[in-house]
């Protein structure tokens, strides 16, 4: 797989309409919300899963594009893979606090992770819990996703024709109803903002095919991760800067801040859909697949 040989930093525009887009355990699983701003906040974590489930999906979970973080995974059996693979299993032996490995065991410990799951080389991961294969810094890093504006909880009783014991029929007596609660966001424009590190990529063996699958998957992101609790979830734009070096020719701030989501008509109604949004580089709109220069030596490519 060839390497990467430059700096990129992206913006992802993604939406929702009638739906929870991040439940929040800590209010009841409530959409997740800035308590001072009311702009509605989708972790990084939860893009990052479905960027995983998407390559697990296409890729059917085979190396070199295995998922080490995924429902129900028992990490450490991962770990003992790799100590299998690279001929070490004697290190496996006795109790979990002695199945540490030397320096140049873990070091190969972690180069076949990294081979084999494209979570590892993408997000990073730390791998030293138990059976140590290391620590790794991902060269792809996600912020959480902001709404453009402040969003609406709403909340919905809803009602289940059944129960789950003999003992709510019998309270009931045959009625059999279960009350419960859902919640939604009307409609909400959300943006992230992403890195991609040339130089991490050769540490972790992150490579073209790699970048490419990335850019895919959240081309993607929601169109096989329905769910009747997410609503409409969608990708609305994926802007891509391309720097000419590793090192990056602008920062990253500085050419976010030129990518601009506003209202098209200056409204100030409830926003319902995309359609009342512009969104504009410079004053500009992109098509997808339109290329401009940014900057010297910088090329922003709408993808999505």
Not at 99 to 127: I, L, S, Y
Not at 150 to 168: F, G, Q
Not at 216 to 240: C, I, K, N, P, Q
Not at 281 to 299: H, K, Q, S, T, W
Request: aromatic share 8%; charged share 25%.
């Amino acid at each position: 797989m060839a390497a990467i040989e430059h700096r990129y930093d992206f913006v992802l525009l993604f939406d929702v309409r009638d739906g929870n887009p991040n439940g929040d355990p800590d209010a009841g699983n409530l959409p997740r919300v800035d308590v001072e701003s009311g702009n509605g906040l989708v972790t990084d974590v939860a893009l990052k899963r479905k960027v995983r489930n998407y390559v697990g999906l296409v890729k059917g979970e085979q190396p070199p594009y295995e998922i080490y973080v995924k429902e129900r995974a028992v990490l450490n059996r991962q770990h003992e893979r790799a100590y299998v693979a690279i001929g070490a299993k004697d290190a496996l032996a006795g109790d979990e606090k002695k199945r540490r490995g030397g320096g140049d065991t873990v070091d190969r410990a972690r180069e076949w992770m990294c081979a084999n799951f494209f979570d590892v080389r993408t997000f990073g991961a730390v791998m030293s819990t138990g059976i140590n294969c290391g620590q790794v810094r991902g060269p792809v890093q996600l912020t959480f996703g902001r709404s453009v504006e402040p969003i609406v909880s709403l909340e919905h009783t809803i009602t289940r024709m059944a129960v789950a014991t003999e003992a709510e029929a019998e309270k009931q007596q045959g009625d059999n109803r279960t009350m419960g609660r859902k919640a939604t966001v009307p409609y909400g424009l959300y943006r992230a903002h992403g890195f991609v590190s040339a130089f991490l990529a050769h540490q972790t063996g992150f490579g073209t095919d790699d970048l490419a699958l990335l850019w895919e998957s959240l081309a993607a992101l929601f169109e096989h991760d329905r769910s009747a609790a997410r609503g409409e979830m969608a990708t609305r734009g994926l802007y891509v800067f391309e720097h000419a070096s590793e090192l990056g020719n602008a920062p990253a701030h500085a050419l976010f801040d030129r990518l601009t989501v506003a209202r098209a008509d200056g409204s100030g109604d409830a926003a319902r859909s995309f359609a009342v949004y512009a969104v504009r580089f410079d004053g500009a709109a992109l098509a997808i697949g339109e290329v401009v220069d940014a900057a010297p030596n910088i090329r922003l490519t709408r993808l999505a």
